[in-house]
Structures are given as C-alpha cells and as structure tokens.
C-alpha cells in the first residue's frame, strides 16, 4: 500500500511560478513510476508529467513542455513538479500518482492516487 499527499498548490498570478510536492509513506518510490495529472472543471484528467523512479527517464505533456520540471528527492521520498510561467488555462487540481511499470498516460494503469491540490492562475 502507498499514500500519497500532495501539496504546495495554491493562487499566483499569470506568469508566476508553484512548486508541487508529492510525499509517498508506506513503500519507497524505489520500483514505482510517479505521474502528475491535472483535472479541471468539466474536463477529463489530463496527463501532466512522469518520471520512472529507478531509470530516471522522464516524459511530458503537451501543455507542459518547456514550462514544467519533475523532480525527485531520494531521501525524502518526495517526487516535485515545478511550474513555471503559470497561465489560467493551468488551473486545475493536481494530482500524483503511481504504478509499477513504464510511464504511461493511461489514468486507469495508475494504482495509488493522492487527494489533489488545487492551483489556480488569475489572469
């Protein structure tokens, strides 16, 4: 069993900047691949980020290319998403979650969820 517990969500304005942490208990990271989805109202979950915790290998969406980084941090079993030049479309609740396996962007391979943590961008 792994929980997870986002945080660091939270208002900024229009090209500003959040860092989002994901803090797994229960088992390590070790195995896992840990994803970043991100849902808004009235929209589908929406594949943000991931990172394949034991090759180190990453993968982006589209809407997260060249503005967000996935990050780790071994000994805090922490994985973090930094959002950078924040827009109003990017408002949404985030959420980490992980499974045993490659990346993939497929929601339902994903195992563990956590509760989500609301960012939202003013304009």
């Known amino acids: 069993q792994v929980q997870l517990v986002e945080s660091g969500g939270g208002v900024v304005q229009t090209g500003g900047s959040l860092r989002l942490s994901c803090a797994a208990s229960g088992r390590t990271f070790s195995r896992y691949t840990v994803a970043w989805f991100r849902q808004a109202p009235g929209k589908e979950r929406e594949f943000v980020a991931a990172?394949?915790?034991?090759?180190?290998?990453?993968s982006y969406g589209d809407s997260a290319k060249g503005r967000f980084t996935i990050s780790r941090d071994n000994a805090k079993n922490t994985v973090y998403l930094q959002m950078n030049d924040l827009k109003p479309e990017d408002t949404a609740v985030y959420y980490c979650?992980?499974?045993?396996?490659?990346?993939?962007?497929?929601?339902?391979?994903?195992?563990?969820w956590g509760q989500g943590t609301q960012v939202t961008v003013s304009s």
């Open positions: 979650a992980v499974r045993l396996g490659p990346i993939t962007v497929v929601t339902t391979r994903y195992n563990y």
């Open positions: 990172r394949s915790w034991s090759e180190g290998s990453t």
